[in-house]
């Protein structure tokens, strides 16, 4: 593959991942902070960005299935 395609998918993966972090860190309060930043967790979430993409595509979609699955047998169980 040509280097700059990967390097692309790296540099979306990353910022996929940092926008992520940093919904996910908003949910977080720790005692008398006022605005959480993630400091060293956005350097790992940049280094591991297609790693940590693929993985949170993957549990996504996984979920996703699981609920589908489960709504088609109810609505089977209910017929």
Not at 14 to 20: G, L
Not at 29 to 38: A, K
Not at 64 to 73: D, F
Request: proline letters at 3%; charged letters at 25%; one cysteine or more.
């Amino acid at each position: 593959m040509d280097k700059n395609i990967l390097f692309g998918i790296w540099v979306l993966s990353a910022i996929y991942c940092v926008y992520k972090l940093f919904k996910r860190s908003k949910n977080i309060s720790l005692d008398g902070v006022i605005g959480y930043s993630p400091g060293l967790e956005v350097v790992m979430v940049i280094i591991l960005g297609p790693l940590l993409a693929v993985i949170d595509i993957s549990l996504t979609w996984i979920r996703i299935y699981k609920e589908a699955e489960e709504a088609r047998r109810r609505s089977k169980q209910q017929s």
